[in-house]
């Protein structure tokens, strides 16, 4: 049966971490890191990813910055608020929380973050070097650090291993699929267009699911002893909870558990992460601001 990776753990682990680290900064230079966050709207949603972030933030000490813009509003606002935390120097990141409104240019708005200060790792630039060998990024994006920090903190050797990533967005397939590149994995990337899901994946010694499909990794689909990183969050609907509804990754726990080393649950196994890497790149962009050495 599987070790579980726990993330709640290693993710509380990197918190106490950047906590000292925090302290240590506001005794050595009398000031902590900051970080903006941008919400247009009211998606339920949203605001409870903010609410979370804040909290976060405040636990380990960084300073948070909240604006809050109408649905209605236009670009050239939202931009000019992001130019405003650009040239602030007690603010070290700036995170535009998307979904933005369907009226809303992402591609711009999220071009408009200093390349200094996208914790987020979503700029342009950012996910370009993240393309180019031995060019590393500035940041790198939350979900996808977080789930090489899993690998790396559970000493999973990744280097001539075989990875399957499945999954092929911009804020996770493609990034983490990259970031195993470049730690000489020999990765390969299923789809919804890929034939044959199953074969390739079994061929790996390291899955990382983020597909959004509920129990989409069977049993069958796993190498015996292959390592299991479940990135995906997925509304089932269950009578016994009082919501109605119960969060589950891709995998189909029950039957890869059976024939992992190693996997991650869900709820509370890349989940936590992502917030942990977002303080972790605050705090990075903190030290680099004052030329701190890490
Ligand atoms: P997305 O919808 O943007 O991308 C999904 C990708 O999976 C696409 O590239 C698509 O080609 C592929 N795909 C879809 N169905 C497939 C199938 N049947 N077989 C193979 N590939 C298939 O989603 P996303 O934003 O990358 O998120 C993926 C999942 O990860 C979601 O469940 C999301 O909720 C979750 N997520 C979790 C965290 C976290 O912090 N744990 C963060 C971001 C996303």
Known sequence: VATVIDGKVVAKQIREE???E???????IGTAPGLAVILVGARKDSQTYVRNKKKACEAVGITSFEINLPEDCTEEQVIKHIDTFNS??????????????RHLNEEKILNAV???KDVDGFHPLNIGRLMMQGRKPLFVPCTPKGCMELLHRHKVQIKGKRAVVIGRSNIVGMPVALLLQEENATVSIVHSH??????ITRQADIVISAAGVANLVRGNWIKSGAVVIDVGINPVDDSENARGYKLVGDVCYEEVCKKASAITPVPGGVGPMTIAMLLSNTLLSAKRFHKLSN
């Open 88 to 101: 602030d120097p007690s603010v070290h990141g700036i995170l535009i929380q998307l979904p933005l409104p």
């Open 194 to 199: 890929t034939k044959n899901p199953e074969e």
């Open 18 to 20: 950047i906590s000292v």
């Open 22 to 28: 925090i302290s240590r900064m506001k005794e050595q």
């Open 114 to 116: 200093t390349i200094e």
